[in-house]
């Protein structure tokens, strides 16, 4: 069984649009969640660390439900910038990161 | 804002060559890792690395690899014996207290030929 599992898209939307990416993680012992974003041949870049609470910045919106184990990332106002792939990104309580696959976003104009 | 620092940026071996991937994590950071993702793949977990030794290692990270923190500073990664399935990404990352995000450098793309 994966660890992080994600949808790998590709989600192909319109500029201005609004794409929700989902994530599920299997480990109910993990401490600590993230989205990353990684452009094509790139290290992955922290988008945004994943609350309780649920958190926002700027348009995107991230969402934590410890109780399914699921995590999700909200983009609304899509620019042709946010084209990437958005990795979902778990640490454990032994402090080690656990990759989804990534979901491949395409803005298009 | 600090940054993990890796080189060479690209480095071609030949099958059976050792090579070592250097990285500098952020300085206050006490938490250091290898990764690799391959062309098209996922980005995979090889070692984790805290207070001086290893904390936990993947499969992946068989005998042929091994990681140091000669200085205090550097933080390398060696393939004693490289085999063209080692083409790969090599990401270096640190993080800082438990729980903290991770930090990765800009990676270290290796070409077995």
């Known amino acids: 069984r994966k660890e992080v599992e994600q949808d790998p898209g590709p989600f192909n939307v319109p500029e201005g649009a609004t794409v929700a990416f989902n994530c599920t993680y299997s480990?109910?012992?993990?401490?600590?969640f993230f989205w990353y974003r990684q452009d094509c041949r790139k290290e992955p870049k922290l988008l945004m660390s994943?609350?309780?609470s649920g958190n926002e910045d700027g348009r995107f919106t991230a969402q934590l439900n410890r109780a399914s184990q699921y995590i999700s990332l909200l983009i609304r106002d899509s620019k042709l910038s946010d084209s990437a792939t958005y990795l979902c990104?778990?640490?454990?309580?032994?402090?080690?990161?656990?990759f989804g696959s990534g979901t491949k976003l395409n803005v298009k104009p | 804002e600090p940054e993990v620092t890796q080189t060479p940026s690209h480095q071609v071996t030949q099958m059976g060559q050792e090579v070592i991937l250097r990285c500098v994590p952020i300085?206050?950071?006490?938490?250091f890792y290898w990764y690799r993702q391959i062309l098209g793949q996922k980005v995979e977990f090889l070692v984790s690395?805290?207070?001086?030794?290893?904390?936990?290692k993947s499969e992946i990270f068989d005998d042929q690899f091994s990681v140091e923190r000669p200085d205090g500073s550097n933080f390398t990664l060696k393939i004693r014996s490289t085999k063209l399935e080692d083409s790969a990404m090599y990401f270096c990352?640190?993080?800082?207290?438990?729980?903290?995000?991770?930090?990765f450098g800009q990676g270290t793309r290796l070409t077995v030929v």
């Open positions: 690395f805290y207070n001086n030794e290893i904390s936990e």
């Open positions: 480990n109910s012992a993990s401490q600590s």
């Open positions: 990104v778990v640490r454990d309580n032994f402090n080690k990161f656990y």
């Open positions: 990352a640190s993080s800082g207290r438990t729980g903290d995000k991770a930090f």
């Open positions: 300085s206050n950071h006490l938490y």
């Open positions: 994943v609350y309780s």
